[in-house]
């Protein structure tokens, strides 16, 4: 049983550009969370997600970030018109039911040249 | 506004003690509580959960205790291996995500 799984590993982008991350949750969750982690800090919670549906985005910033958890397929996590400041380890996680055991990815580490 | 509090931010101590880690939390309306170990460049595994009606739970030389009540979590780790470095975070969950800490960086020699 795979776990979480996310790619890519590293993701580097010039400043303008257009980040593209993804997160396929364990077998049979269906409850994707994405989380950011700046250098030396703590992870913050961006965006919760159920199968097609935006639970919670209170985290994400309502500028150039957008998330989404299609029928089929994985979860996409995108970064439009990159900044430099958008540098950071991007974890996913998923579940089984709300309040659960979360399961995390590997992250994808994107740089912003 | 849940704020999750770790101390200490580090913590360097030779191999075979026994030590312990802190958490606490603003809001004791929780689900349940997670510790969780990160080591560099990697992501999280998942140590211990334990739900808002318990007050323990034990996983090996792990031990990770909650007091809802008093809004704070204790995660004791026996006989400490040089293995065990890494950094370790804490996170409740009192609405429908979980709010880290900044964690506890322990670094185990030998």
């Known amino acids: 049983n795979a776990g979480v799984m996310q790619n890519p590993r590293h993701l580097v982008r010039r400043r303008g550009q257009e980040a593209r991350l993804r997160c396929s949750p364990m077998?049979?969750?269906?409850?994707v969370y994405w989380y950011r982690q700046l250098p030396e800090e703590g992870l913050k919670f961006m965006v919760y997600?159920?199968?097609?549906?935006?639970?919670?985005e209170s985290g994400m910033p309502k500028e150039r970030f957008s998330a989404e958890f299609p029928k089929e397929g994985p979860s996409i996590l995108r970064i439009q018109q990159v900044v430099r400041g958008d540098s950071a380890a991007y974890f996913c996680a998923s579940s089984d039911r709300t309040n659960e055991k979360l399961f995390f990815g590997s992250g994808t580490q994107l740089s912003v040249l | 506004k849940q704020e999750v509090t770790q101390i200490p931010a580090a913590l360097s101590v030779p191999e075979g003690e026994n030590l312990v880690l802190n958490c606490s939390f603003t809001d004791s309306a929780i689900y349940n509580l997670q510790w969780f170990r990160q080591d560099p460049g990697k992501g999280l595994t998942s140590l211990l959960l334990i739900q808002s009606s318990q007050r323990e739970q034990t996983s090996g030389r792990l031990n990770a205790s909650l007091d809802k009540s008093s809004g704070r979590s204790t995660l004791y780790i026996a006989a400490s291996q040089p293995g065990d470095s890494a950094t370790y975070l804490c996170a409740v969950s009192n609405t429908d995500k979980l709010i880290f800490g900044t964690g506890t960086r322990l670094q185990v020699f030998p």
């Open positions: 077998k049979g969750h269906s409850h």
């Open positions: 997600l159920q199968k097609e549906n935006i639970i919670d």
